[in-house]
């Protein structure tokens, strides 16, 4: 199969490649930029949830509900330049339960910035697992 994602950072024939250029393809997930897809950084929180967010949109999940977010200590985050992108999926995570705050520098936050673990990332699939059924 062609996996030329595109981006200089996915080269042909490696074992990610054939995903990377899946998910792209089918509108999942982005590059950091037009020619770099991020191969290697970290996944942070908002962009985990982006995917979930457009894979449930593609796939007749229910997408509809979104939470009030400023109760979260980190709320302004979502207002800043740049940021906008985060707001609608985050929204929707939150309302679905996908994600849920946690204690940053002693506030309940949502920390969309932040890497998501590899627990926090099993548990919101098996969260976002439980909406497809």
Do not use: H
């Amino acid at each position: 199969k062609n996996t030329d994602s595109g981006f200089a950072d996915v080269k042909t024939g490696q074992w990610y490649s054939g995903a990377v250029t899946w998910a792209v393809r089918e509108g999942y997930v982005s590059g950091m930029s037009a020619v770099a897809f991020g191969r290697g950084l970290p996944l942070q929180r908002a962009a985990l949830a982006r995917m979930l967010f457009n894979y449930a949109s593609k796939n007749g999940i229910n997408t509809s509900g979104r939470a009030d977010l400023s109760s979260f200590g980190d709320a302004a985050e979502f207002v800043k330049p740049g940021n906008s992108w985060m707001l609608e999926p985050v929204q929707w995570a939150v309302k679905s339960g996908i994600i849920s705050g946690m204690a940053v520098n002693g506030k309940n936050c949502v920390n969309p910035k932040g890497t998501a673990t590899r627990a926090q990332t099993a548990r919101m699939l098996m969260v976002f697992d439980s909406l497809t059924k």
